[in-house]
């Protein structure tokens, strides 16, 4: 999924490029083009992912924030399968915490086949689901140590916002997707 649009219009000059690399590697791929803002979460939930061996993201962290919430928001993660990252956005702070620091990095991870396990936390608040990419760095990827298996954990986090007196309660669940 591309975002045409991220990193100042890298998406459109860069996807040639991508797509070369990839047809002389072999890769048999289908190119699905974001037309508006959060058009990847609606492409991604509509996806027959049985037809995919990964999928991949080619912008920037909201790229990827929209084409993960767009598959969680159908798919169990269990099912979904490997998630490519080309970091072609202004920040790539995700794709920076996973060791991704060019478009180069992303190809060679994606040909080589090179998977890396990433927590992924979902709350509720407000009747809305919301779902959070934890990269390996940040501080709450280190507040809860990795049990086996796909569940991390389940609980209660209460959290006050700035112009809130009462604390609200969000509920989540972590689990780790490779």
């Known amino acids: 999924m591309v975002n045409p649009y991220s990193g100042g219009k890298k998406g459109v000059r860069l996807l040639p490029v991508i797509e070369k690399r990839l047809g002389r590697a072999g890769i048999e791929y289908h190119t699905h083009l974001s037309l508006y803002h959060e058009h990847t979460v609606k492409i991604a939930s509509e996806l027959d992912i049985a037809r995919y061996d990964a999928i991949v993201a080619v912008g920037g962290d ?3 924030f ?4 767009g598959l969680l928001s159908r798919f169990r993660p269990e099912i979904i399968p490997p998630l490519g990252i080309l970091p072609i956005g202004s920040g790539n702070s995700f794709a920076r915490d996973l060791g991704i620091f060019s478009l180069d990095d992303g190809l060679r991870s994606i040909l080589e086949n090179e998977a890396k396990w990433i927590d992924v936390c979902s709350f509720f608040q407000a009747e809305k689901n919301i779902i959070l990419l934890i990269s390996p760095g940040s501080a709450l990827s280190r507040m809860w140590p990795k049990p ?5 954990g389940w609980g209660i986090f209460p959290i006050s916002p700035a112009s809130s007196i009462e604390p609200r309660p ?9």
């Open 148 to 152: 086996p298996g796909n569940l991390n």
């Open 66 to 69: 929209h084409v993960l919430n």
């Open 170 to 178: 969000w509920i989540f669940t972590i689990w780790n997707l490779k």
């Open 62 to 64: 909201g790229t990827n």
